[in-house]
């Protein structure tokens, strides 16, 4: 079991408030990923949950306990950090072993439990070696086998794949979400990532300056953004927004187009604009259109190899059920 | 090959300097530990300037070899040596840690706790032997005093009178003697060399992982699990470099054992040899080779022993 509710949690540094009243619950077996801007309050949270901050006032639950007083060792929950945090004198095999060491567990059942998370994580052929030979994500692994031996209540991810090359963070990415299948266990996971959020989560919390700004599944999030921030804040490409004439006929402050929701003509169309950068990708190709009036370009994107380039005049239209408006104050108009 | 032979002159001055300093000496000292070399004899004027012509062989390393003296000065040497090194290293670890936090006053803490360091021996021994230690001017004398007068007054109080009418009088210590000299010796190093560690396990201190510590907590780690675990194998260096530097300062201690009782009891091997200076140059110096051995040996034990019990 491993509900995690926060009630009212608040967070000074001094007189900074960096988490104002917040409430938040993530069900049992939840793949929750927190996301948000650098500096947004993302690890502070972490940080509050696991019990290694703090709260200034409000309360944290698990399973309906209270344990805003408990210490961190005796809520249930295992971290993984971004630094790998790994002992640097021990082996892996002693590294893995340490939380169990600690619960004073008899050393023939230790060593049973190391090898198995070692051989799930594959790590059984670097057992005798000391993190410092190992690269890192094979660190990363050992970070993680020493998290789940102790089969906590939840697991606390703060940005674990950040320090690795692209290619190791899409396998990494995929052991963590099969590891989520396999344990059921809920997981809590910070990352600044669009792709890890939107592949991973059962559910996504936008984060801004502390303050919630939405909850909710990856497809809710991305075809129905609450205000301007989530929808600037989802997707990758960035969704378009658009003030002035084209959202004011439409009733709104703001119009927001997905990239893919708007259609490309060489004849007509509501916006004229001029092509600037054409990325090919193979399966897409971005074109990045300058329009007159509009200060940032619109990036649109067309299936397959298009026949564009530097400088064509294109007529931009967008599909008007796929439109998003936010009025003044940033919130969704329906 | 061309281009290294200008860097290679370049550097040749420093290297044939600093194999001057250090062989000239070496290779004197093991010529006159191998032959008979005195400053003063009446009978045998010939022994009185070195010469190969007293060729004796091992002669001289047989002759300390057999001496008494020579084994208790070996023997003063160690004690002296592990006591100090073991309460610097312990003193100076629990000092690091009690001190590597934020607290008001740090600064001046940190100044104060340094500051023996900066005193000369000789005078540190002075201080130490007259001022503290003495059994009847210093500290130790005043203290012990004192309590004697303290528990003279209570035997007569009402109550507990009877219990401390069994207490006998207590006896200044005097650290001059034969048996409790090194002791004064051990003490008065331990106060100065301290500084040392600490600063040195300090500044190691300050480079260790906060965020290992937090993993530690929540690994379910104590304040005592996280400094056995954590901080004490990260010291495991810091703590080889003081053993280390300390030995080989420490087997040379003279000033102090000079200062305290003139050797009187616990000669260490220096004093020891510098008895012999005063006339048997060939004795000395086969002490002297004997002092190279046992300070290696004492390096290399201490090195392993450090590395084996912290690094796990
Ligand atoms: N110990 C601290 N003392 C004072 N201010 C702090 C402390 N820790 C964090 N802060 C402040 O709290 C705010 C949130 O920090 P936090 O580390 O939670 O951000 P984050 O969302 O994790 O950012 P990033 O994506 O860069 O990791 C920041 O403005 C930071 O300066
Ligand atoms: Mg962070």
Known sequence: ?334 | MANRTIPRLLQTPAVVLLLFWMLVPLSMTLFFSFIRYVLNNLRRPEWTSPSIENWRGFGNYQYVWNQDSFWLAIQNSILIVTSILFLTVILGVAIAVLINRSFPGLGIVRVLLISPFFVMPAVNAVLWINMILDPVLGLQGIAVNGINEIIAGLRSAPVVGGFFSLWPEFEPISFRATQTSAYAVIMMVTWQWTPFAVLIFMTSLQSEDQQQKEAATLDGAGRWNQFRFLTLPHLGRPIAIVVMIQAIFHLSLYAEIEIVSRGNGNKNLPYYIGELVNNNIGAASATGIFAVILANIVAIFLLRMVGKTLME
């Open chain 1, 1 to 334: 079991m491993g509900r995690i509710v926060l009630e009212k949690v608040t967070k000074k540094f001094g007189e900074v408030e960096v988490i104002p009243p917040l409430d938040l619950t993530i069900e049992d077996g939840e793949f929750a990923v927190f996301v948000g801007p650098s500096g947004c309050g993302k690890s502070t949270l972490l940080r509050l949950i696991a019990g290694l901050e703090e709260v200034t006032s409000g309360e944290v639950k698990i399973d309906d306990a209270t344990v805003t007083e408990v210490p961190p060792s005796k809520r249930g929950l295992a971290m993984v950090f971004q630094s790998y945090a790994l002992y640097p004198h021990m082996t892996v095999r002693k590294n893995i072993a340490f939380p169990l060491r600690m619960e004073k567990m008899p050393q023939s059942e230790i060593d049973a439990k190391v090898d198995m998370a070692a051989k799930s994580l594959n790590l059984t052929d670097y057992l005798d070696r000391k993190p410092g030979q190992l690269s890192g994500g094979q660190r990363q692994r050992v970070a993680i086998g020493r998290a789940i031996v102790r089969q906590p209540e939840a697991f606390l991810f703060d940005e674990p794949l950040s320090n690795l090359d692209a290619a190791l963070r899409v396998g990494m990415r995929l052991e963590i979400s099969e590891l989520h299948q396999r344990l059921e266990t809920t997981m809590i996971y910070v990352t600044h990532d669009q792709v890890e959020a939107m592949t991973m989560a059962d559910k996504i919390v936008v984060l801004q300056a502390g303050v919630i700004e939405q909850v909710g599944s990856p497809l809710e999030l991305y075809e129905r953004p609450q205000n301007r921030f989530v929808a600037g804040f989802i997707g990758s490409p960035k969704m378009n927004l658009i003030e002035g004439e084209a959202a004011k006929k439409r009733g709104a402050q703001t119009m927001g187009m997905r990239p893919e929701h708007i259609a490309v003509s060489t004849e007509a169309g509501e916006f004229k604009g001029t092509v600037g950068v054409a990325e090919h990708l193979g399966s897409d190709t971005f074109l990045h259109v300058h329009i007159d009036g509009i200060e940032e370009h619109v990036t649109v994107r067309q299936r397959g190899n298009v026949n564009f380039k530097y400088g064509d005049t294109v007529y931009l239209t967008p599909e008007e059920a796929n439109v998003h408006k936010f009025g003044a104050d940033g919130l969704r108009i329906d």
